[in-house]
């Protein structure tokens, strides 16, 4: 296919004035400079997206389109204000104009009518997006950096698709499948996989174990066959540092390729990595990766929708699946050749149903291998239920609360914070707990704002109460931000009881351990553990019982807290799938896998993760360690 844009370019009739014909990453974009042909191509355009079985989108050129003033003014006299209309952000080199709205739906109009209205006036194509409904500098930023550096997102784009389409570059010999663990074999952390054909280069996930030291904490990037220029696509499942942190890096050492993921996943990816380098280098070294290279990364990430195939190379077709366990997290299925392998990717994953997010999909078009976590893959991970772990962080909150004391919550600023929000701002609407405030420090205020930017990744539940009765969860004046050290010092001294819900969720560092600090010797108070303590952190050594713990308070002095706060640890809220979740997914899965490989758990859990499906589903099962290498076909 590698002259399918001069084909493509000679099948349209000359009534159709075609000037250019390009790639955005594996869609083909075709402009032409025939008011009619553009307004109503005859379905000339429909009829090739048939024959290649490619997306191909048909735009104005450039010098068709109206001044951008006078375009901007019939956009606004178009547009109800009801829509709240906020910034109008023209992209001349690709022929687009963003409208960001408050009310995405009533700027689209019934059937896209007034979208239609636009088109015809200005000739641009409009495309439009969610205003946020917490302001987020980060989603500015990152929208802004798009605009701003057009001409090599389009130059960029363009390359990804030669890439692409222009066919192989190694030299095809025979066909097989090889898939390098570098990160998460039997561990939880620094998940990394390195997916080799003949033709194609692929990492699943570039994370950090965020609790190890330095020498276990990075994928293990000296691994012989791994080059970092041999790269041609990294898919990232989820925003967690875990499968995400590194990713900076590899743009940092030279990696000039795309990055797939979700548009949520790459807001929330951007936000972790920022907050990594500020918080967690602080007061030592210097970071690994800087804010340069997190730019960088966003300028090459390409954002696919659920169900979105998509090429990423000559051959291999990625789809991306609702996993969830976050938001915008994603099980990634690669269609391997033609029709050689089919592969699922679960990275972390969810098989319930939960008050924010839906739960993970089990039907695929073809499967032959399946990757899947363990992280509560063992016999005895049966964790109480939902509405257990809602009853026992009720009574925690009412008797806290009861003695006058604060409730700290270490949380993960990404998905279990929100769906405890949630709970909470319902539980005090029903009377179950006291009309408290609920203090939000660390990245989970700005998270909140991003979530706010795609609702339409929700439940049906909670989408339901945004579009039909105008009441967002993540607005409820029950929370309250702190943004400064005088607001947190304000919390602290407070007599009055209040929830407090802070970074990071395995207190290795943020908002959350200075709370402890000056929250763990005062017996009125309660300390609430909700997601994985990792090995080393200090929630798990708070879970094992430590009672005396020290830390360096600077000028080589150090301080001892003496633990005598109430120490809780509610496990069911996890974004994870229990054993019991894990087996009925297996069950569930259509089509069913040939082979299992176990990884992302501790490593007695992948063990008997693998062996129990073995048993029960009489297939192929593996549990590799770091470095083992499988070939897959």
């Known amino acids: 296919m590698a002259d399918i844009l001069a084909e493509i370019m000679r099948k349209l009739s000359k009534e159709a004035e075609i000037s250019l014909c390009n790639f955005e990453g594996a869609n083909i974009i075709v402009y032409t400079k025939s008011k009619d042909f553009f307004m109503d191509n005859k379905g000339k355009i429909r009829e090739l997206v048939n024959e290649y079985k490619k997306r191909i989108e048909l735009r104005p050129d450039p010098s068709m389109m109206l001044d951008m003033e006078k375009a901007k003014k019939i956009i606004k006299d178009t547009i109800p204000e009801d829509a709240k209309l906020g910034d109008v952000l023209f992209d001349p080199q690709r022929s687009i104009v963003i409208l960001e709205a408050e009310k995405p739906g009533v700027a689209i109009g019934k059937s896209g009518e007034l979208l239609k209205i636009i088109k015809e006036k200005t000739l641009w194509v409009p495309v439009v997006r969610r205003t946020p409904g917490i302001r987020s500098r980060l989603i500015e930023n990152i929208r802004g950096v798009l605009y701003e550096n057009n001409d090599f997102r389009k130059k960029f784009l363009n390359d990804v698709g030669k890439r692409i389409y222009d066919g192989w570059i190694r030299g095809k010999k025979n066909e097989w499948v090889r898939l390098t663990f570098l990160g998460g074999g039997r561990q939880v952390g620094r998940s990394c996989l390195y997916l080799q054909t003949p033709e194609s280069r692929i990492l699943l996930d570039c994370g950090i174990n965020v609790a190890a030291p330095e020498e276990h904490a990075y994928p293990l990037f000296d691994c012989p066959e791994f080059r970092i220029n041999e790269i041609d696509a990294v898919i990232v499942s989820h925003s967690h540092l875990d499968h995400c942190a590194m990713i900076p890096l590899l743009i940092k050492y030279g990696y000039k390729g795309p990055i797939y993921c979700t548009a949520p996943v790459r807001d929330i990816m951007a936000l972790l990595a920022l907050d990594y380098i500020s918080v967690g280098y602080q007061e030592i070294k210097n970071p690994p990766f800087s804010a340069a290279d997190v730019k960088q990364m966003v300028k090459q990430t390409i954002c696919l929708d659920y169900e979105e195939v998509s090429d990423i190379t000559p051959d ?184 407090i819900m802070a970074t990071s969720g395995m207190m290795v560092g943020g908002a959350s351990v200075e709370y402890f600090k000056n929250l763990a010797e005062n017996p009125k108070h309660s300390l609430v553990l909700t997601s994985y303590q990792g090995e080393g952190s200090l929630g798990r050594r708070l879970q094992n019982g430590e009672k005396e713990i020290g830390y360096a308070a600077g000028h080589g002095k150090s301080n001892v807290v003496r633990v005598k706060c109430d120490i809780h640890t509610i496990n069911g809220f996890t974004g994870h799938s229990t054993r019991p979740q894990l087996m009925s997914f297996f069950h569930k899965l259509d089509p069913k896998p040939k082979r299992i490989i176990v990884n992302h758990g501790e490593n007695s859990k992948c063990l008997d993760l693998a062996s129990s499906a073995h048993k029960a589903l009489r297939i192929e099962t593996n549990a590799p360690r770091n470095l083992d290498a499988l070939r897959l076909k």
Not at 337 to 356: F, I, P, R, S, V
Not at 385 to 397: A, D, H, M, N, P
């Open 316 to 499: 291999i077709r990625i789809t991306l699946y609702n996993a969830g366990h976050t938001l915008g997290s994603s099980m990634v299925h690669l269609h391997i050749g033609n029709g050689l392998h089919n592969l699922l990717y679960t990275g972390d994953m969810n098989y319930e149903k939960a008050n924010l997010l839906p739960a993970a999909v089990t039907k695929f078009p073809r499967l032959e291998t399946l990757i899947v976590e363990s992280t509560y893959g063992a016999k005895d991970d049966i964790l109480p239920s939902r509405k257990e772990c809602e009853e026992q962080l009720f009574g925690i909150v009412n008797e806290t609360a009861k003695r006058g004391g604060k409730v700290l919550m270490p949380v993960l600023g990404v998905g279990r914070s929100q769906e405890i929000m949630i709970i909470l701002e319902k539980a005090m609407k029903e009377g179950k707990i006291p009309k408290i405030p609920i203090y939000l420090q660390g990245m989970v205020w700005d998270v909140n704002a991003i979530h706010t930017a795609y609702p339409d990744f929700f439940s049906a539940q909670v989408k339901r109460s945004i579009f039909h009765k105008d009441e967002n969860p993540f607005l409820s004046d029950t929370f309250t931000q702190v943004a400064s050290r005088k607001e947190m010092t304000q919390v602290i001294d407070s007599g009055d009881p209040c929830i």
